[in-house]
């Protein structure tokens, strides 16, 4: 029910529909726009509208965009009459801007059913007015680390506002969001092809290799990406369903088939796509159809006319190259990583071009770019990819994450322009050209096919003459210095020991490590899982690696650490390196206080607490100094803290956020300890801090930074940007 109309709410109504017949003369669609400006007016516009008699909502972070689509395609085949925000946003404004175009004058509904996508965030604004009758929950990944932080926070979340009457249409393959409201009537889709699943991946994310429960590492039964797949833990029984209640029996690639087990029978319906992920799309949405009551022979007829969207993958033929435009949804990690997973298990020799920059982060800021380490490029390093060309602001910052996948220099080009990457394209020999692309640069996309296009057509498979220019002249800039011959400068006799890296692996910083070992090949990496004792209570070693983790697992990280306290002190004694990034920094302190006053006790190895906030993350760049060297970084976190006294600081920072918004120290630099904030990775943003560690730190004489050229272009042309006055985050 809704709320009693104010006077304001009806000259709100009022309003909004005139702004959106305002846009529609414009021939532009009415977006959130209307939605927010109602919401700016009247803030408890969204309580008072009345609402459909059954709504649908579709929520998590891959896929809910196709599903959306795929159900609404269905349902309009019906004939059935429905609202849909397809053209009005998935957040609160979107939702509301939908309402009121389908509602009359007195915010009474015209039409009494409703299929909403719907941002897994902002369902605290939305479900305490929109209660779904059925809620479709795609999957859990990690996404946004500006809003979305890591997948844990997502789920509790979701697993506060959904109301307790919705029906549950869960992915029984991903162990994180199949748990989600345990008291919720509930089904579960999956998919049953062992064709198509593996006994272990190599996804960089896997948000789920331990028991959320109890830390133990999970034993799969099978996995298809990331942490999709089957589990179970062999210490406390946490796992997926036994079994799923809309499954796909079969994948038949070949005849273009999905065979399904449903509980109203068997059929079989189009497959749409060849990725994982659309058969996973699919068959969420056949469930949520089915849930809804939609007959069998209405969903497969429907089906056997649908197509990806063009907009998300739009395919042109050109003198028999294929010329193909893929949505790589920009920093969303296993979303990219799927796509390129995708692409390398295509057939024939392909080129790639990489435009996936986020467009407003260019315009506005610089980009954090943390999620290029989190995602999967050493997919793309393989034998039949025989060029990579990126285009963009960025193209220095993944050039090197593309070379630390593993791919051979020769094979890549990059260009600030990301329209002129269609002109370093050698077509030579190629049969598909793969135009990797986030939503918001489909344009440039565009432009880069067409282009491709023009010059098959004219016989130009060879780059021009001025592009062939272009190439010698990149080729002469990045040529390898002289390789280092002394194993003692590349790292022999030391050992680096990781923490819980199972646990200890956010916002791209694994990475901190992969780079590092690219710098110290001949360095003993020592990786020590949650349920070991740590190798530093024991044994001597060069350095001691803490990375960002989840605000569950920091608890369990400090309940760990605590028992080997006086071992960590007497390494920070004896000299030996310690590095902490992120939020493993509130490790050492003395407490973490929560939003309801409690108290996580830590280390209290220095004097200082952080106080969380989770409704509120706090972004921010950093600029500041260590010493002589130039500090940049990116803060993304939950917590503020307050300042450890100033000579044990680490960074004097000159614009952004310090321990906390008013502080301009950040960090805490003790002997040959280091810790900070800063995300990225912070060894990878950092090459001379990189470098200072390995020589002055380590005892590493003559050390030196992996893909020098390359890192320290990234680092010049960052340091410019956070200079600028204009750019802020």
């Known amino acids: 029910m809704s709320s009693k109309k104010s006077p304001k709410f009806y000259a709100t109504l009022v309003g909004t529909k005139a702004l ?23 803030p408890d516009f969204l309580e008072k509208i009345d609402k459909p008699k059954v709504v649908v909502g579709i929520t998590g972070t891959n896929g809910k965009t196709t599903v959306s689509n795929l159900i609404d395609d269905v349902l309009a085949d019906t004939k059935l009459q429905f609202i849909d925000n397809r053209f009005g946003g998935n957040i609160a404004s979107g939702v509301v801007t939908a309402f009121v175009k389908n509602s009359d004058m007195k915010g009474r509904m015209k039409k009494q059913y409703a299929v909403l996508e719907l941002d897994e965030r902002m369902t605290t604004k939305i479900f305490p007015y929109v209660k779904p009758k059925i809620l479709a929950v795609t999957n859990l990944f990690r996404d946004s ?91 406390c029984g946490f796992g997926s369903p036994a079994e799923f209640d809309y499954a796909v029996e079969k994948i038949d690639a070949e005849n273009r088939r999905l065979y399904l087990r449903t509980p109203k029978g068997n059929f079989d319906i189009k497959l749409l796509g060849d990725n994982i992920t659309d058969v996973y799309n699919q068959i969420t949405a056949v469930a ?42 920009g920093q969303n990690p296993v979303a990219v990583s799927r796509v390129c997973d995708f692409v390398r298990k295509e057939d024939g020799n392909k080129s790639v071009v990489l435009i996936i920059d986020d467009f407003f982060d260019r315009k506005e800021t610089s980009e954090n770019i943390a999620w290029f380490f989190d995602t999967d490029f050493e997919f793309l390093n393989d034998h039949s990819i025989k060029q990579i060309v990126i285009g963009g602001q960025r193209q220095y910052d993944l050039k090197l994450r593309l070379l630390l996948a593993g791919i051979p220099e020769d094979k890549i080009l990059s260009i600030d322009d990301d329209v002129k990457t269609g002109e370093l394209v050698d077509l030579n020999g190629i049969e598909k050209v793969f135009v990797l ?179 509120n993350r706090l972004n921010s760049l ?51 300890l280091f810790a900070t904030y800063l995300v990225g ?27 020098k050229k390359d890192i320290d272009r990234a680092y010049k042309r960052r340091v410019k940007e956070f200079h600028d006055p204009k750019c802020e985050y």
């Not at 432009?447 to 296009?453: F, M």
Request: neutral net charge.
């Open 288 to 329: 949520v159809l089915m849930e809804f009551g939609v007959a069998i022979k209405r969903i497969t007829a429907s089906f056997e006319n649908m197509k990806i969207a063009g907009t998300r993958y739009d395919e042109m033929v050109e003198e028999n190259v294929h010329l193909i435009n893929y949505v790589a949804k």
């Open 20 to 42: 959106i017949r305002g846009l529609k003369l414009a021939r532009k669609n009415a977006t959130h726009v209307p939605g927010n400006q109602a919401l700016k007016v009247c």
């Open 145 to 235: 680390y500006r809003r979305n932080a890591h997948s844990e926070y997502i789920f509790d979340i979701l697993n506060q506002t959904i109301p307790k009457e919705t029906r549950l249409v869960l992915n029984g393959e991903d162990p994180l969001s199949s748990h989600l409201c345990p008291g919720n009537k509930r089904v579960y889709f999956g998919i049953e092809d062992r064709s198509v699943y593996m006994d272990e991946t190599n996804n960089i994310i896997r948000d789920m290799i331990a028991c959320p429960e109890c830390g133990t590492r999970l034993d799969y039964e099978y996995i298809r990406y990331n942490h999709i797949g089957k589990v179970k833990c062999p210490n």
């Open 437 to 615: 692309h986030d939503i918001y640069t489909t344009h440039f996309a565009q432009a880069v096919q067409k282009r491709l296009a023009e010059r098959l057509r004219n016989g130009e498979r060879n780059v021009s003459e001025k592009a062939a220019a272009y190439i010698k002249d990149y080729r002469k800039t990045f040529a390898p210095g002289k390789p280092i011959l002394d194993p003692a400068s590349k790292g022999k006799d030391k050992t680096i020991e990781v923490l819980f890296p199972e646990f200890c692996n956010l916002f791209g910083d694994s990475s901190n490590i992969k780079y590092l070992k690219a710098c110290l090949p001949e360095a003993e990496f020592k990786f020590t899982s949650f349920t070991e004792k740590p190798y530093f209570a024991d044994h001597d070693v060069d350095m001691i690696y803490l990375g960002a983790m989840t605000e569950k697992k920091q608890e369990m990280v400090i309940n760990k650490l605590k028992e080997y306290k006086d071992a960590l002190v007497r390494q920070k004694n004896e000299g030996t390196a310690i590095l902490f990034t992120s939020n493993a920094v509130e490790v050492l302190g003395n407490y973490i206080e929560n939003e309801d006053g409690s108290r996580i006790e830590c280390l209290g190895l220095y004097d200082f607490s952080a106080k969380r906030d989770r409704m």
């Open 681 to 707: 990775p912070f060894l990878a943003l950092n090459p001379k801090f990189t470098k200072y560690l390995m020589r002055e730190v380590m005892g590493i004489d003559n050390a030196e930074t992996a893909f």
């Open 622 to 672: 950093v600029r500041g100094h260590f010493g002589d060297l130039e500090i940049v970084g990116f803060k993304t976190q939950f917590t503020q803290a307050t300042d450890v006294d100033e000579p044990l600081s680490f960074i004097e920072v000159d614009k952004g956020m310090g321990m906390d918004k008013d502080s301009y120290l950040e960090g805490i630099h003790d002997q040959n």
